[in-house]
């Protein structure tokens, strides 16, 4: 379970600033796989980043019951000079899991061949992702936070992603930021919706749809 306690964020830059949490009081249950829904800009990644506690808010607080991934697809806290493999032994010990164990699965998973044992510095964006995926992956975690990872790669990639995703959400929940709505119903149960700094949340994934479509729909025919 994660607990959004008076949440706030405001960016501040030069000639003004951009709120993307308003004071957003809402729970995210256990178990619960929840489409985290809104128009570019948002601040969906900033709430995701937020929650795993890699962005500070600018009031308010986040409680979590069990252990929360950081967003998987953002590599920003891999080293870049370590090899894929380093970084996933690195990220084993960190977690107390076994480091064979999760190394073995990374490197089957995320199908980086001999870059795998290479710098993290020399991977293109989608290998920087996969690493990322297939590490959190490996990793019991009580939520996981995915930023549009599940899209990286070719067809056969994404299937096995979404089955390996699908696997852990039996023992777990997840907070799920996608533009495919196709996706998000094949791997959400729940859906919330963030718009001008507030979060709307629905425990039937369908509502939350129509209420993200209607405020596209209102920003077209603005």
């Not at 000639?15 to 308003?22: E, L, V």
């Not at 929840?34 to 409680?63: C, F, Q």
């Not at 096995?160 to 996706?183: C, D, L, N, P, Y």
């Not at 994934?205 to 993200?212: R, Y």
Request: glycine share 10%; hydrophobic share 45%.
């Amino acid at each position: 379970m994660i607990i959004l306690e008076n949440l706030s964020k405001v960016f501040h830059f030069r000639g003004g600033q951009k709120c993307i949490a308003d004071q957003i009081n809402a729970v995210f249950p256990s178990r619960r796989s929840v489409a985290l829904l809104g128009r570019n800009g948002a601040g969906k990644t900033s709430l995701l980043k937020i929650i795993s506690g890699t962005m500070d808010p600018t009031e308010g607080r986040v409680i979590s019951h069990g252990p929360v991934s950081w967003p998987v697809g953002f590599a920003g806290s891999f080293h870049g000079d370590l090899t894929g493999a380093q970084n996933a032994r690195f990220v084993a010990r960190i977690y107390g899991v076994d480091t064979d164990d999760l190394i073995e699965f990374v490197e089957d998973f995320a199908e980086l061949g001999a870059h795998f044992h290479q710098p993290f510095r020399t991977y293109s964006a989608g290998m920087k992702s996969r690493l990322a995926f297939g590490v959190s992956m490996g990793v019991p975690f009580e939520t996981y936070l995915v930023d549009e990872v599940t899209s990286v790669g070719d067809a056969a990639f994404r299937e096995k992603s979404a089955a390996v995703f699908a696997e852990r959400m039996k023992t777990a929940g997840a907070i799920m930021v996608s533009h495919g709505i196709g996706q998000l119903r094949a791997l959400c149960d729940a859906g919330a919706v963030l718009e001008k700094g507030k979060l709307y949340y629905y425990d039937d994934l369908e509502e939350a749809i129509a209420h993200h479509q209607s405020n596209m729909a209102s920003l077209v025919l603005a």
